[in-house]
């Protein structure tokens, strides 16, 4: 019969058993230099090489890095001194102001311009209206009022600050009047138009024709709409150019002799003229308000045909 070997008791306490399961980095460490027949110090040698390398990248990436940026601060500062220098030397736009060649056709005591940046019809009867209410001139003087626009230069070292007159065409087109092309065809450029002080200042408008024979025609014609059309610059106390006198009634032109001229004239109940317009000869229209300011622009370019 098999004798049991007797166990032998267990005397290793729980401490002991717990501290000889824990793996530490120096055992493991001590393992593989004794497995390897490496040296600790090899392996602490060798890490701090690894650390070297990772830091001399990162230094290096860090350069680049500070490089890029100085080189691009250097070429935003020099980007804005060029354009300061180019800003500094480049030649000053000049403002040309061109002058205007102002036609006589009749003599005028007073010369005004109304310069217009961008002429419209509202503009240029608000503004006539302005110096209407403020005009003050000597009795029986005439004041030409002329218009001019501006216009842009082809240099490019000026700034458009040329101007140049407002023909009878633009004219007749800012302010809409309802006269035919053909009419508006055979007027040349060049028109005077003003005020004559009298009692009131009262409007005058001369006009200058290629044919007498076509624009006495379209004269007739424009009859029906004159005394609306230029109600926007004939502006003063004459109830027959206000717009609800016209709404209201239908003038009739009629043909009456005044200085031996031939007239186109609307007349009120007394027989006084207070619409008119006549061929003075067969180039020259002039179209008036009163009989007073009538006779004077007769008179006037009267002289002027006489001293040709």
Do not use: C
């Not at 354009?83 to 002058?99: D, R, S």
């Not at 036609?103 to 009867?125: G, R, V």
């Not at 700034?159 to 065409?169: F, P, V």
């Not at 003038?251 to 061929?279: C, E, H, M, P, W």
């Amino acid at each position: 019969m098999e004798q049991k070997t007797p166990q032998q008791p267990n005397n290793e306490k729980p401490e002991d058993r717990k501290k000889s399961s824990i793996r530490t980095y120096q055992s493991d460490l001590t393992k593989i230099v004794t497995g390897k027949n490496i040296s600790a110090t090899k392996i602490a040698i060798e890490e701090d090489s690894k650390r070297r390398k990772l830091f001399k990248t990162i230094n290096i990436e860090a350069k680049k890095n500070m490089a890029l940026i100085i080189v691009s601060a250097i070429l935003v500062l020099a980007g804005g001194i060029s354009i300061y220098l180019l800003n500094i030397l480049k030649p000053t736009p000049t403002i040309k102001v061109q002058e205007v060649e102002l036609k006589t056709l009749i003599y005028t005591d007073y010369q005004k311009e109304l310069f217009f940046e961008n002429p419209s019809k509202l503009k240029i009867s608000k503004t006539v209206q302005t110096e209407v209410e403020q005009m003050n001139i000597p009795l029986g003087s005439l004041i030409q009022l002329y218009f001019t626009e501006r216009i842009s230069t082809d240099n490019e070292n000026e700034e458009g600050m040329g101007k140049s007159l407002i023909t009878a065409q633009q004219l007749a087109k800012l302010l809409d009047f309802r006269m035919s092309d053909t009419l508006l065809r055979f007027l040349e450029d060049d028109f005077t138009f003003g005020y004559h002080s009298t009692t009131q200042n009262s409007p005058f408008l001369i006009l200058k024709t290629r044919s007498f024979e076509d624009s006495f025609l379209e004269m007739l014609k424009w009859e029906e709409t004159m005394l609306e059309d230029l109600g926007n610059i004939f502006i003063e106390n004459n109830i027959v150019l206000s717009k609800d006198k016209l709404r209201e009634n239908k003038y009739q032109f009629k043909d009456i002799i005044f200085k031996n001229k031939d007239v186109r004239a609307i007349l009120d109940g007394g027989g006084k003229i207070i619409f008119a317009y006549s061929f003075l000869d067969d180039e020259t229209i002039v179209i008036t308000t009163n009989k007073l300011t009538l006779q004077e622009l007769i008179d006037r370019l009267s002289i002027i045909y006489h001293t040709r």
